[in-house]
């Protein structure tokens, strides 16, 4: 095992974890097809990966039951005071984590093979992209790593030149003693399961995991939380946004950066297909963006990842047909259900259910059965450039210039369709107290409203009440050539408890009025909580909603938005003295204007 490489850094910490982790093996990953090829056919060996019939060098995965999702309460941000992390973030002392952590990590990679993998966050060479270097006993972690993360020797030649890397060390937390016959998804239990990150060092230490952002730590570990703590230092934006390029009949083009909670639909809406005629939209990125100030002082976006780690559960082809077209073939589906032909399902999918299925557990499943067949946060793996609309600049390593930023939330009543900020810093406010309604998705009562910042709770490497401030002093920065912000809502209902908007392709008729209030084309009525569309201000042209639903979708409560200030003020209220003073005048203001 007296593997060497040029970069010292790397070289010194491969020998640490070595000494630490003591695996049987060392290998150095290039990024290959053939090696991604040896990786599962080991998988494959072993009886982890299951091979689909129906999609080409596709593999369906099994998990173990009780590692299924990110784990947010053993999710760490390790700063060396606690105020840095923030109201949003579990802490514990850097020296005390990390001793907890090396007691875990001391030979706990014992029978299996250490990964190194190089990978890059954005286009190798761009100068918004990052380098990171992910240390994992888990070919599987490898095998998602080549398809969400640029993993390439070119990437190794940069390290070899001397590049700086951030560190990434991942165990599953399942040693082999000699002999030991593995198990399908090793893991360690919850009560071991660490994901920390240490941003005054760009370190990340993950344990005990296998399952998506637990362990594929290039996404939320890296993109978001260490990001998000580098861009503040250095000035520019790490964000939890989807990225599009919407084209008008003109040939326009508008670049949209938009942030929701889960279960908003965020990668149906950045692969959404327009329903009015001559407007085209592609897709860019559907979950991260890294945002610089160019040259010309806007706001240029790169999506730093290379493919979709999508929730598989209500993907089908009526609610997001590119993404289904992007599955066919490539893709690792992990916790779906398995058909008797060889293909996956799950909820959602299509409207008959097949007669009869393996579950996610690898139960046999009926129908009648009362249990889904899928696990809902199931996942699909796939290389983005497989999407038949992703844009030809999506690997732009100068990125795409961002015209218009979109928050949102699932609410069934107050908030109505669209609305524009008056103001940078009144946009920072709706980012501020975005909130969304928990559905059966979330833990605890469905219908709570819960108030989730830029959609960034879970994903901020830093004190929430800082990262305001930097909005606010972006703003300050890109001065009239910041984006516009805008707030949507496409969930509202009436007393009936129907839906009044369509949604999904029509929600390309918001967009355009969005672009059109760029262009200083459409007109906008002054409310006490924003710009709305005039009457006729959106373009209905062929969707036969009633002018009733319309108002209804458009109706300002001032009472209800009264009743909403208390929230928000206990919200804002757990920033204490780090919430910048602008977001507390925005609310005076508000409250001011609603009377
Ligand atoms: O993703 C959604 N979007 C964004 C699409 C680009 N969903 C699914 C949310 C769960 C992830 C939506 N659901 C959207 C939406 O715009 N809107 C709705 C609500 C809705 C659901 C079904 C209908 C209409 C609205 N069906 C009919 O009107 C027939
Ligand atoms: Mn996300």
Not at 161 to 174: K, M, Q, R, T, V
Not at 195 to 200: A, G, N
Not at 275 to 281: E, H, T, V
Not at 420 to 449: K, M, Q, R
Request: glycine share 8%; proline share 6%; net charge negative.
């Amino acid at each position: 095992m007296d593997i060497t490489v040029k970069n010292e850094k790397l070289n010194k910490w491969i020998k640490e974890v070595a000494d630490m982790c003591r695996p049987d093996d060392i290998y150095i990953c290039n990024g290959t097809k053939e090696e991604y090829d040896r990786m599962m056919a080991k998988l494959l060996a072993s009886g982890s990966a299951i091979p689909l019939k129906k999609r080409t060098n596709s593999y369906l995965f099994r998990s173990d039951p009780s590692d299924v999702a990110r784990v947010e309460d053993r999710t760490y941000i390790s700063t060396s005071a606690r105020d840095e992390a923030g109201p949003t973030n579990n802490w514990i002392d850097p020296a005390e984590l990390k001793e907890t952590m090396k007691r875990l990590y001391e030979g706990c990679m014992k029978g299996r093979t250490m990964y190194v993998i190089p990978f890059s966050m954005g286009p190798v060479g761009s100068p918004i992209s990052k380098i990171g270097v992910e240390i994992s006993d888990s070919p599987y972690v490898v095998c998602n790593m080549h398809i969400m993360t640029r993993v390439s020797s070119r990437v190794l030649e940069l390290l070899d030149a001397g590049e700086d890397f951030i560190p990434c060390l991942h165990s599953i937390g399942a040693p082999l003693a000699p002999g030991q016959k593995d198990v399908q998804w090793p893991c360690a239990p919850i009560e071991r399961k660490y994901i920390s990150h240490f941003p005054e060092e760009n370190l990340i230490w993950s344990y005990g995991s296998g399952y998506g952002g637990n362990a594929l730590l290039g996404k939320k570990c890296l993109a978001l939380r260490i990001a998000s703590a580098m861009a503040r230092r250095e000035g520019w934006m790490a964000e939890h946004m989807l990225i599009l390029r919407l084209t008008n009949p003109e040939g326009k083009q508008y670049h949209i950066a938009a942030a929701f909670p889960s279960a908003c639909g965020k990668t149906n809406l950045a692969m959404m297909q327009p329903s009015i005629k001559g407007w085209k939209c592609e897709c860019i990125g559907d979950d991260i963006a890294w945002m610089k100030i160019g040259a010309d002082g806007r706001l240029y976006a790169i999506n730093p990842e290379s493919g979709f780690f999508g929730v598989a559960p209500g993907t089908s082809y009526e609610t997001n047909p590119m993404a289904m077209d992007t599955l066919k073939e490539n893709v690792i589906f992990t916790n779906c259900a398995l058909t008797d032909d060889g293909d996956v399902w799950w909820e959602g999918m299509t409207d008959d259910v097949p007669e009869h299925l393996i579950d996610w557990k690898g139960r046999d499943w009926d129908p009648d059965s009362k249990v889904d067949a899928a696990h809902a946060n199931a996942r699909f793996t796939a290389p983005a450039a497989q999407c038949p609309v992703i844009c030809k600049d999506w690997e732009n390593p100068a990125g795409v210039p961002i015209d218009i930023f979109i928050f949102g939330g699932r609410r069934t009543s107050v908030v109505p369709l669209v609305y524009e900020s008056f103001s940078w810093d009144h946009g920072v406010f709706l980012g501020a107290t975005a909130a969304s309604e928990t559905t059966a998705a979330n833990i605890g009562a469905v219908g709570n409203l819960r108030r989730d910042p830029f959609a960034m709770t879970p994903f901020c490497g830093y004190n929430m009440g800082d990262y305001f401030r930097h909005w606010l002093k972006m703003g300050e920065r890109l001065g009239d050539k910041a984006p516009r912000i805008f707030y949507v809502n496409w969930f509202r209902k009436n007393d009936e408890g129907k839906f009044l908007w369509p949604g999904f392709s029509d929600n390309s008729r918001v967009l355009k009025w969005m672009c059109e209030r760029i262009d200083g084309k459409a007109d906008a009525q002054k409310t006490p909580i924003g710009l709305l569309p005039v009457e006729e201000g959106i373009d209905l042209t062929g969707l036969g909603i009633s002018e009733e639903n319309m108002k209804e979708l458009m109706r300002i409560d001032t009472q209800a938005w009264r009743a909403e200030m208390p929230d928000i003020e206990r919200h804002f209220a757990k920033f204490g003295s780090r919430l910048p003073e602008n977001l507390t005048i925005q609310l005076q203001e508000l409250r001011r204007r609603l009377g």
